[in-house]
């Protein structure tokens, strides 16, 4: 938060300021994932930028164990990247039900589904308050989205509630060092407090385990290795430009010369990432 707001209400603490006055973070998030370009530019920067060859989705998808009937729900499911990277891997008698509070990011994740469309469903829901039975789901798959969640301990009873007993609950997210270094370079010249460490108070890698124990008796925490070793400024002020932040032509331009500079003298610049996924059972 920025002081001398020039309005005299009371401001979540989550509130950007843009020159128009604050827009609170319900507003900023529904305009951030109206659909799905801001997200997939975030992608594009660790796809295209990542040390780890591995790949994020492919060791995501490797955390999850589906039993060849699974049924299974995929919350805050984006742009279903999940199911596109990991099509192939996706048993025959499987079923996705996948779900977004963002509708654009539903026709996105539709249309990215290529053969696995026949075994799944899409579902415009709130994590608050799910529109399924209890014991619906055999797994739950909740990925860099529960720290987006206002009331998170309704979202996490309402998750163990779709769940069948012996079902598991996937939660990927990030820790606090995650880009550390690239929030460090876009606070600095946008004035604005970092978005990522906000995430990373609210559901990160350090916070999310104890949220997770209030509903469910086994929680485990696993992490990926990996950095970003950068070599180009644009993809970085895409990123930026993209985040939930507003941002103004001048703080880019700063930017811009600024990381242009940088790469001028060291070649590249590496970004810390850390980020895992918490397997949770009742
Ligand atoms: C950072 S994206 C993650 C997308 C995907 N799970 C992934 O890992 O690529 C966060 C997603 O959560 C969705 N979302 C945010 N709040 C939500 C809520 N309360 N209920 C359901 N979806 C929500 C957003 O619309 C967005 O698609």
Redesign the pocket.
Known sequence: MVGNLPFDEVHHADDDVTAQGPEPYAAR?RRQ?SDADN?NAR?ELHRRFSTNPYGWTRWVFDQISLAPEARVL??????G??WKANAGRVGASCHLML????FG?LREARGNLGNLTSRASLAQ????ALPFVDSAFDAVI????LY??EDRDC?ISEIRRVLRPAGIFYA?TNGAAHLRELDQIVGRFMGVPSVLDQNAQRFGLETGEAQLRRHFGKVELRRYKDSLLVTEAQPLLDYAASSMRSVTKEALEGMRAFIEEQLRDEGGIRISKDAGAFISRR
């Open positions: 998030l994932y997200l992608l995929d919350l805050g499911c984006g742009t990247l999940l779900a977004d509070r963002s990011m829901a709130d994590a608050q909740a990925n860099h989205m987006h969640v979202a990927a």
